[in-house]
């Protein structure tokens, strides 16, 4: 590209070093700050002379300020840059140059040698794409490799790719870059899939899930959007039957989402637990999650294998990746809180007002104070005692109907409140430690 520009004539300002963008054609100086980067700006005869003087300046600033790469000044009456623009050009690496004879010839001659022609760009794009080979993997030393090669950064998401042949050669190797991403390092296991890469975006550390984000993205994973997740359990103790059960369900619940609801489901197994994830581009708030509860209904139902029983919680809908990390939890806690078949997390906001007020260090210090030494007991006792408390405390202190849920004679919980009363030297005749033990009890349960 140099050896063009040095066929003009240089009146201020260095010689550009490129990559280019392209050239344009400028009828009119206000069309200066909207060029595109890296792009070459030649004037027309009208425009060149409306640059004369102090509005050469002016538009030196707007070519900074877009940070092109030169301005081309044409017409028999261009005339030397004066002392104010030389130095603006030099302070903004702007070339300005002068050139005579046929414009549109002009603008051809550059546009051709910015494009390149298609030997060079297939030459580019070779050595592009053996150097992405060699990079190793991570996206960042991809794009460098790739960039290095091809004599033109990759375009960002957005942005314009060069035009021409060079064009057509960036595209094929921003592409073969983002896959090359998406299989990782070469020392990782090869064919890695969008559910295997779900299912380390869900379990991985969080430092580790957001490293994976690029390679999610790559494969198609909208890890960006709004995510609302079903989780589906079979109802079985731990054991082979389980896995088979989960193996079985996971090879047909995805296909099932999509055919019931649209493209926009992906599904993992995580853990002991099938996990479908549905993603979209904006909140659908409570509709939407009134929708995925009865989504999920539809999906337990076909789903679901004869004679064996499955639950599904549904979390409230989380943005990004650090928000598909939440979800997942929500619809977590919301099978642990409830015993029904389908179970929404928080249709009325109070547990996510719950989990954030437990999330402080006061509040944790506070529930640990007030349980404490049903705490310090061993085994399952602390569990079995808690859920007793909380559920007593949530009918009222009524000990038939919390024995009703709990599947307890009601003598049993009679004395276990006596127990748990004098465990605590608590007086649950005082609604304010009614109220904090009730508090305490939903906001220890899910770290029991």
């Known amino acids: 590209m140099a050896h063009v520009l040095e066929d003009l004539q240089r009146l201020a300002g260095p010689v550009p070093a490129g990559p280019f963008s392209g050239v344009r054609l400028v009828e009119d100086l206000r069309e200066v700050a909207r060029l595109p980067a890296g792009s070459i700006a030649v004037l027309t005869a009208a425009a060149s002379r409306e640059a004369g003087s102090y509005r050469l300046d002016v538009a030196l600033r707007d070519a900074a300020a877009a940070r092109a790469a030169a301005l081309v000044l044409t017409g028999p009456d261009v005339a030397e840059a004066g002392r104010s623009a030389a130095t603006l050009a030099e302070r903004s690496g702007i070339g300005v140059y002068a050139a005579g004879g046929d414009l549109a010839a002009l603008v051809v001659g550059l546009e051709r040698a910015v494009a390149g022609d298609a030997s060079d760009a297939l030459a580019r794009t070779v050595t592009a794409v053996r150097a992405i080979l060699r990079a190793g993997g991570t996206p960042e030393r991809i794009a460098e490799a790739a960039t290095g090669a091809l004599g ?27 896959l090359a991403a998406a299989a990782g390092p070469a020392d990782e296991p090869a064919g890695r ?9 869900l379990v991985a550390p969080e430092k580790q899930a957001q490293e994976l984000a690029p390679r999610a993205r790559a494969l198609g994973l909208p890890v960006d959007d709004w995510h609302v997740v079903l989780r589906l359990e079979p109802v079985m103790e731990e054991g082979p039957q389980r896995y088979a059960l989960l193996d079985a369900v996971a090879a047909r619940a995805v296909r099932a989402a999509r055919e019931i609801v649209g493209p926009e489901w992906n599904g993992a197994l995580a853990g002991d637990a099938l996990v479908v994830v549905r993603s979209l581009p904006r909140d659908q708030g409570r509709a939407g999650l009134r929708e995925a509860a ?16 499955l639950r599904c919680g549904v979390s409230t809908a989380h943005r990004g990746l650090l928000g598909l990390r939440t979800s997942a939890a929500e619809a977590r806690t919301a099978l642990r809180r409830s015993p029904a078949p389908l179970a929404v997390y928080d249709l009325a906001g109070l547990d996510r007002m719950l989990e954030e007020w437990y999330a402080s260090d006061a509040a944790h210090q506070a529930v640990r104070e007030l349980l404490q030494p049903i705490l310090d007991l061993k085994g399952d006792r602390p569990a079995h005692l808690i859920g007793i408390l909380r559920a007593y405390l949530d009918h009222h202190g009524s000990p038939a109907r919390a024995a009703e849920e709990l599947h307890m004679h009601r003598n049993a919980v009679s004395r276990n409140i006596r127990r748990i009363e004098a465990l605590l030297h608590a007086d649950l005749d005082d609604p304010q430690q009614r109220l904090a033990l009730q508090l305490a009890c939903r906001a220890a349960r899910p770290a029991l």
Do not use: I, K, M, N
């Open 294 to 309: 009865r989504d999920a209904a539809r999906l337990l139902e076909r789903v679901r294998p004869a004679g064996a029983e």
């Open 193 to 201: 899939s969008r559910a295997q890469l779900l299912t380390e975006l």
């Open 152 to 178: 033109v950064p990759l375009p960002e998401e957005g942005a314009d790719a060069p035009g021409g042949h060079l064009g057509t050669a960036v595209e094929v190797v921003a592409r073969f870059a983002e």
